[in-house]
């Protein structure tokens, strides 16, 4: 199994919603990752998690809140987010933080009205 | 404060033509350099990867890396309709920042059939 499966696809939430995304990888990759991609612009490092533990968080505002149940899953929190912040969401996973080689997940597509 | 350059392009090639994708790099102790190709809409997917200065080949895919110069390329061989994406290159590695993947901008790829 060599795939980051990201759900949901899409999401569309008003500014006042929480809603979480997931992430889930079964490569027995150590490290996990959020990324935000805005249209034509690349990759920006959101949250870096390393052996189930938060090791960078890139300043993002605390309305985005990352959480890493077990080596497999990570997840998303989202709440009071602005229409800015509306942008493909990727996961990604390697076998250690410092190796790259970075697999992505599919994104979610998030749209906040 | 890690860089990497890339000419956004967009770089037009006719089918079967050799293209080549640049990307210059800012910071002299990055060990790690990745391409990565995005469709439209779709999230990054890793196609080479190179460590060490010279030439690593893949199929229609060739890397190429100068540490001296700081450069890296991306040559595809018979180039088909179906190459055309953007094309990022990435870097991990020197400083103080050997966790983060650093992403270039991006050069879009049209493959003319």
């Known amino acids: 199994d060599t795939e980051v499966t990201q759900t949901p696809k899409h999401l569309v939430m008003g500014m006042t919603n929480k809603k979480s995304l997931k992430c889930e990888q079964h490569m027995g990759h150590r490290a996990m990752y959020w990324y935000k991609q805005k249209a034509k612009k690349p990759p920006e490092l959101m949250f870096v998690y390393s052996y189930e533990k938060l090791s960078i968080n890139e300043s993002v505002p605390s309305r985005f809140s990352p959480e890493c149940p077990n080596s497999s899953l990570l997840n998303l929190h989202l709440h009071a987010l602005q229409p800015e912040d509306s942008a493909l969401y990727l996961c990604?996973?390697?076998?250690?933080?410092?190796?790259?080689?970075?697999?992505f997940g599919s994104g979610t597509r998030l749209t906040v009205v | 404060q890690k860089e990497v350059e890339q000419n956004s392009g967009p770089l037009s090639v006719p089918e079967g033509a050799i293209a080549s994708l640049n990307c210059t790099y800012s910071?002299?102790?990055?060990?790690?350099f990745f391409w990565y190709r995005q469709y439209s809409g779709k999230s990054p997917e890793l196609i080479m990867s190179i460590y060490s200065n010279g030439d690593k080949e893949d199929g229609r895919f060739t890397a190429q890396l100068n540490k001296a110069s700081q450069y890296v390329s991306l040559l595809i061989r018979d180039s088909q309709p179906s190459d055309s994406a953007t094309y990022l290159c990435?870097?991990?590695?020197?400083?103080?920042?050997?966790?983060?993947?650093?992403f270039g901008k991006g050069t879009l790829l049209t493959v003319n059939p």
């Open positions: 990604a996973s390697s076998q250690e933080v410092q190796l790259g080689g970075y697999t």
């Open positions: 910071d002299r102790g990055s060990q790690s």
């Open positions: 990435a870097v991990i590695g020197g400083g103080g920042s050997n966790y983060k993947l650093t």
